[in-house]
């Protein structure tokens, strides 16, 4: 029987290509060219190839225009991500079409990069490091790059999710009180001490750093806006690995200029990979560019997820496991 053809939008690590080829027909992106984030050009190959499947990623247009136009051949798109929010879901299910992402995989992953920009804005890790390379470090000086301590200071989880429940563990470490705003309250077991808040407000009000776990969408469009900064303690900390849409930049930069905000770190951009240029001109903010889950072992385990997936569905006329639609 001939194998199912997968088209591969992205250069994956060579373990997962090669159990990718081995298993399927996979038609690989080996130079990661950019064509995958357009759409038109993902519809396409698909049709060339007579695809049964597509292995995308974050930044790919899976738009409702692209998913209408995907060959019927199309059965199931398996996203190397956790995220969905460049997929049409709705669009996706109306056509019939299998959707799939990688949960758990990347969780302590992802939160290893909160931690670091957490500490890299309270600790001003950055500046510090720019001044280094750039021979400007005269030494050793008192009052030099004071930033502040996590130990005892509040944390604010908003999203406590795999993701934000792997911070608090870290969290915990630093002697920090953990807070959380979540859709809804979580089993004790799973809450570990930290202290729900039913209201925005409350929550903003209590914490010292604010760290967004939330998913992208047009529902969490622009969540830490002016408003709800202007809710948050006068230097308080922002660090987002979740979506770069759910920040208003016009208002966190104006909040970081005015100091109300000490320190920033992110991980995620809206319109990435562009990032608003006002942050690249402010010594307080951390800039990453979207490593959340990229370890050598967190990327082995998204592409065997991902491969997990697509055999289910295609090999073995079984539910993938990590069925999102
Ligand atoms: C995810 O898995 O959603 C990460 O942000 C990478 O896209």
Avoid at 85 to 104: F, K, M, Q, S, Y
Avoid at 257 to 270: C, F, N, P, T
Avoid at 274 to 294: I, R, T
Wanted: proline share 5%; with cysteine; aromatic share 4%.
């Amino acid at each position: 029987m001939a194998k199912p053809v997968i088209l591969v939008t992205r250069k994956l690590p060579d373990g997962v290509e090669a159990r990718l080829s081995s298993l399927f027909d996979a038609r690989l992106n080996p130079a990661d060219d950019p064509w995958p984030r357009d759409g038109a050009e993902i519809v396409r190959r698909a049709a060339e190839a007579g695809a049964a499947g597509i292995l995308c990623a974050a930044g790919d247009a899976m738009d409702a225009r692209t998913i209408a136009a995907l060959p019927p051949s199309v059965r199931i798109l398996a996203t190397f991500s956790v995220g969905t929010d460049h997929i049409d879901l709705d669009a996706a299910r109306a056509r019939g079409l299998v959707v799939t992402n990688t949960p758990e995989v990347l969780s302590f992953a992802t939160a290893e990069i909160a931690f670091t920009l957490m500490l890299m804005a309270a600790r001003r890790a950055g500046e510090g490091e720019r001044l280094v390379r750039a021979g400007a470090w005269t030494g050793w000086a008192p009052t030099q790059l004071m930033g502040v301590t996590l130990e005892g200071k509040k944390l604010g989880i908003l999203g406590f999710g795999r993701i934000g429940r792997e911070l608090a563990q870290m969290a915990r470490g630093m002697r920090m009180e953990i807070h959380y705003r979540n859709r809804s309250r979580v089993a004790p077991d799973l809450e570990e001490g930290a202290i729900f808040h039913d209201s925005d407000d409350g929550f903003l009000a209590a914490i010292d750093v604010l760290s967004m776990h939330i998913p992208g969408g047009e529902a969490t469009r622009k969540w830490l806006d002016a408003e709800r900064i202007a809710k948050m303690k006068p230097g308080a900390l922002v660090v987002n690995t979740g979506r770069g849409t759910t920040v208003d930049d016009a208002a966190l930069v104006a909040a970081l200029r005015s100091g109300h905000i000490r320190a920033a770190g992110l991980d995620v951009y809206d319109g990435e990979p562009s990032v608003f240029p006002s942050y690249l001109g402010l010594e307080n903010v951390a800039l990453l560019p979207h490593l959340g889950s990229a370890t050598i072992e967190t990327r082995d385990a998204m592409g065997a997820r991902c491969i997990e997936n697509l055999e289910a569905l295609l090999m073995k006329d079984q539910e993938p496991p990590c069925r999102v639609a």
